[in-house]
Antibody
Framework: EVQLVESGGGLVQPGGSLRLSCTAS????????MHWVRQTPGKGLVWVSR????????NYADSVKGRFTISRDNAKSTLYLQVNSLRVEDTAVYYC??????????????WGQGTMVTVSS | EIVLTQSPGTLSLSPGERVTLSCRAS???????LAWYQQKPGQAPRLLIY???SRATGIPDRFSGSGSGTDFTLTISRLEPEDFAVYYC?????????FGQGTKVEIK
C-alpha cells in the first residue's frame, strides 16, 4: 500500500525548533519530488516547501524561507522538515505530499495524515 | 504568485443535486496545471482531478473538471452523502504552488 506517515509535531514555545518526519512506503521514494503543505486550524491549505528526488533542489514559501529546511534520506524513504525560529503563526497541521508525476510538476496524489505543530508560550 | 479565488464560499444542497464549483486564477495557469481536492473533517485532502479534467485513480465519474486559462470548474453530477466536504483548487504550474480558499458543500 502506498502510504506516507508523518511524525514529530508537538507543542513548542515561540523561537523553538522541531524536526518533522514523513516516512514513505509502497513506492520508489527516491523517484518523486516531495512537498510539505500546512493548514492552520479552520483555514485553508498553504504550500510550504518542495524537494526534488535526490535532495539537491529545494524551494520554500517566502513565509518560511531562512527558518525551515527540507531534506530527505532516500535510503530510509524519509522526508524531513526542520522548523526553526517558530512563530505563533506557524501553528498548523503539517502534511507531507507526493508529486504525482515522476520528476516533473504534478498534483499531490498521496498525502500523509498530518502532524500538528502548536507554537505557544 | 497566482491567487486562486473559489466561489461560492459555501453551498447548501441536498443529496442528488448537481453541483458546480468555480475557481478563478489571477493569471493564466500554465498547461492546465490545475487540480481539485476534497477534504473531510479530520482527514488529509484527497486528489480528485488533475490537469484540469483528468480524474485521479479511483475517483467516481460523477466528478468532472473543466476549464483553461484563468477559469476552471469542478462539477459533481449528482451529490452522494459522502460528497459533503470542502473542495480546494490548486495550481501547480507556477511557483509557489497555490491553493484556493476552499468551497464548503454542506447538507441543506
Amino acid at each position: 500500500e502506498v502510504q506516507l506517515v508523518e511524525s514529530g509535531g508537538g507543542l513548542v514555545q515561540p523561537g523553538g525548533s522541531l524536526r518533522l518526519s514523513c516516512t514513505a512506503s509502497g513506492f520508489t521514494f527516491s523517484s518523486y519530488w516531495m512537498h510539505w503543505v500546512r493548514q492552520t486550524p479552520g483555514k485553508g491549505l498553504v504550500w510550504v516547501s518542495r524537494v526534488n528526488g535526490d535532495g539537491g533542489n529545494t524551494n520554500y514559501a517566502d513565509s518560511v524561507k531562512g527558518r525551515f529546511t527540507i531534506s530527505r534520506d532516500n535510503a530510509k524513504s524519509t522526508l524531513y522538515l526542520q522548523v526553526n525560529s517558530l512563530r505563533v503563526e506557524d501553528t498548523a497541521v503539517y502534511y507531507c505530499a507526493r508529486d504525482r508525476v515522476v520528476g516533473a510538476n504534478g498534483a499531490f496524489d498521496i498525502w500523509g495524515q498530518g502532524t500538528m505543530v502548536t507554537v505557544s508560550s | 504568485e497566482i491567487v486562486l479565488t473559489q466561489s461560492p464560499g459555501t453551498l447548501s444542497l441536498s443529496p442528488g443535486e448537481r453541483v458546480t464549483l468555480s475557481c478563478r486564477a489571477s493569471q493564466s495557469v500554465s498547461s492546465t496545471y490545475l487540480a481539485w481536492y476534497q477534504q473531510k473533517p479530520g482527514q488529509a485532502p484527497r486528489l480528485l482531478i488533475y490537469g484540469a479534467s483528468s480524474r485521479a485513480t479511483g475517483i467516481p465519474d460523477r466528478f468532472s473538471g473543466s476549464g483553461s486559462g484563468t477559469d476552471f470548474t469542478l462539477t459533481i453530477s449528482r451529490l452522494e452523502p459522502e460528497d459533503f466536504a470542502v473542495y480546494y483548487c490548486q495550481q501547480y504550474g507556477s511557483a509557489p504552488r497555490t491553493f484556493g480558499q476552499g468551497t464548503k458543500v454542506e447538507i441543506k
